[in-house]
T-cell receptor
Framework: NAGVMQNPRHLVRRRGQEARLRCSPM?????VYWYRQLPEEGLKFMVY????????ESGMPKERFSAEFPKEGPSILRIQQVVRGDSAAYFC??????????????FGPGTRLLVL | GDSVTQMEGPVTLSEEAFLTINCTYT??????LFWYVQYPGEGLQLLLK?????DKGSNKGFEATYRKETTSFHLEKGSVQVSDSAVYFC??????????????FGQGTTLQVKP
């Protein structure tokens, strides 16, 4: 009965490198959300995906960030040419999305990205 | 736009004390309201939720009532334990602005319970 899985749990990158964060939703869930938590702040919505579709990316920075959720495999959040300001905890959540705004989202343990 | 405001922390209490963490919101429509808890180094866990006005969510001794007239969803517990020490997040999902289910979070309130 695995929950939402994220890997890696910790990721260290130097400025200019790429970061790839993976998220496997709970079994039976086909909707994935990504959130970012900056130090001492709450979580901010980044993107909402269904299988093979980006539904809402209104929280994604315009450059360097991208997300996908392929038909097979985990959802990927990709950050190109990382900068120190990208250092944060990135959380993935999944839901069965049977009732949209009333639905509970289940969170993974997060990936803590540190950019040196 | 939608927003959630929580009381600032940290909140420090002695074991068995009464807890209140205030949460107020601004929303376009009639949102669902949530409390999530985050233990150190972990992800968020749903604590309770309410999806319409006057609903009361409850779990593990925690309660919160959806008050539309005061746009509030305050978290309460009658007797806290050391194991309740964590960060608590109030959140909403507003169908009036987007029915995708995305959550808008407050800034979080750190609770420290001392033995």
């Amino acid at each position: 009965n695995a929950g939402v899985m994220q890997n890696p749990r910790h990721l260290v990158r130097r400025r200019g490198q790429e970061a790839r964060l993976r998220c496997s939703p709970m079994k039976g869930h086909s909707h994935v959300y990504w959130y970012r938590q900056l130090p001492e702040e709450g979580l901010k919505f980044m993107v909402y995906l269904q299988k093979e579709n980006i539904i809402d990316e209104s929280g994604m920075p315009k450059e360097r960030f991208s997300a996908e959720f392929p038909k097979e495999g985990p959802s990927i959040l990709r950050i190109q040419q990382v900068v120190r300001g990208d250092s944060a905890a990135y959380f993935c959540a999944s839901s069965p999305q049977t009732s949209g705004y009333q639905e509970t989202q289940y969170f993974g343990p997060g990936t803590r990205l540190l950019v040196l | 736009g939608d927003s959630v405001t929580q009381m600032e922390g940290p909140v420090t209490l002695s074991e068995e004390a009464f807890l209140t963490i205030n949460c107020t919101y601004t929303a376009t429509g009639y949102p669902s309201l949530f409390w999530y808890v985050q233990y150190p180094g972990e992800g968020l866990q749903l604590l309770l939720k309410a999806t319409k006005a006057d609903d009361k969510g409850s779990n593990k001794g925690f309660e919160a009532t959806y008050r539309k007239e005061t746009t509030s969803f305050h978290l309460e517990k009658g007797s806290v334990q050391v194991s309740d020490s964590a960060v608590y997040f109030c959140a909403l999902s507003d169908p009036g602005s987007s029915n995708t289910g995305k959550l808008i979070f407050g800034q979080g309130t750190t609770l420290q319970v001392k033995p």
